[in-house]
């Protein structure tokens, strides 16, 4: 392994062979590292002929493919973490994988999206809390049925009504995937949703996400829901919950390459509906300044 202080190598851009031409954010963070003078070239996560310990960080940019591939995924990050330094960390990577991690950021006191998880073994039980819960919902309001441990809004539908629901539950949970229900938060389609970014721990730039689920959705490549992006003012309650939660993952997690924490409207202020750690869209384009800011957050890392 080398020396965690070492900058001999150059630094890889995760990505995967089916994002190449897709992701954004890789020719704008490319050219703000060139202009750093600092060596950089991307590599897909899952090409055997990599040598991951000739580069002196390995950054995680679009590995949007790896949810269909968990295990796989998992074990290259420990692969890839015992030869070099991964940005952002395996422990965070490992936790922020799998949304049950929702339970524990409500537990130290974040507001987040209302959430009742379904495992596999108790999809049949009708008389759980989720399905409790679920009638409670759809009695206001539609459901948004997702598996855990997905990316891009893939296996990800609204409904409004119970048989769909639960037709949903029952196929994520039929092929072994844990799964989650949440009200749809119909406020979004009037404020849309709000993602704040973070570089180097510190606030970068926000941007604004239109609707997914109140329209039909377009899949780009199979990786991911097209979405309608553009740059936004964060409220002083979005920053202040995004603050909140960044300061919070780095209080247990150490310092972070980047964090993204996307925010939905609701009734009683801004909600967390996804903590993005691990290979998120940081649309770098919505702001002048944030390549520069994320390859200076990266050269920080090479000392």
């Not at 422990?91 to 922020?96: A, I, M, P, R, S």
């Not at 855990?148 to 196929?171: K, P, Y």
Request: net charge negative; aromatic share 8%; proline share 5%.
């Amino acid at each position: 392994m080398q020396d965690p202080g070492s900058s001999r190598g150059p630094v890889a851009l995760a990505t995967a062979q089916a994002a190449i031409g897709f992701d954004a954010d890789m020719p704008l963070l490319s050219a703000a590292l060139r202009d750093l003078g600092i060596a950089h070239q991307s590599a897909v996560w899952d090409d055997s002929s990599v040598d991951w310990s000739s580069f002196s960080l390995v950054v995680l940019r679009s590995t949007w493919d790896y949810t269909t591939r968990i295990d796989e995924f998992r074990a290259w990050i420990d692969r890839v973490s015992s030869v070099t330094r991964l940005a952002n960390p395996a422990d965070l990577v490992h936790w922020n994988t799998d949304k049950h991690y929702l339970r524990e950021a409500e537990v130290a006191g974040l507001p987040v999206v209302p959430t009742e998880f379904v495992e596999t073994a108790g999809a049949g039980d009708l008389t759980a809390p989720w399905s409790t819960r679920l009638d409670e919902w759809l009695a206001i309001g539609d459901v948004v049925v997702k598996p855990c441990i997905s990316a891009g809004s893939n296996d990800t539908a609204r409904h409004a009504d119970r048989a769909s629901a639960l037709e949903h539950i029952v196929a994520l949970t039929g092929a072994g995937r844990s799964t989650m229900i949440q009200p749809y938060l119909a406020d979004v389609e009037r404020s849309s949703e709000t993602g704040l970014v973070y570089l180097g721990g510190t606030f970068s730039h926000a941007f604004a996400k239109g609707p997914l689920l109140a329209t039909e959705r377009d899949m780009e490549a199979g990786l991911y829901a097209r979405e309608q992006i553009s740059s936004r003012q964060p409220t002083d309650a979005e920053r202040d919950l995004g603050d909140r939660a960044v300061a919070w993952l780095a209080e247990r997690f150490g310092d972070l390459l980047y964090a993204r924490v996307d925010l939905l409207p609701s009734a009683d202020g801004p909600v967390i509906i996804e903590l993005e750690l691990t290979e998120p869209s940081l649309f770098l384009q919505t702001d002048t300044g944030a390549a520069a800011r994320a390859a200076d957050a990266i050269a920080a890392r090479l000392g």
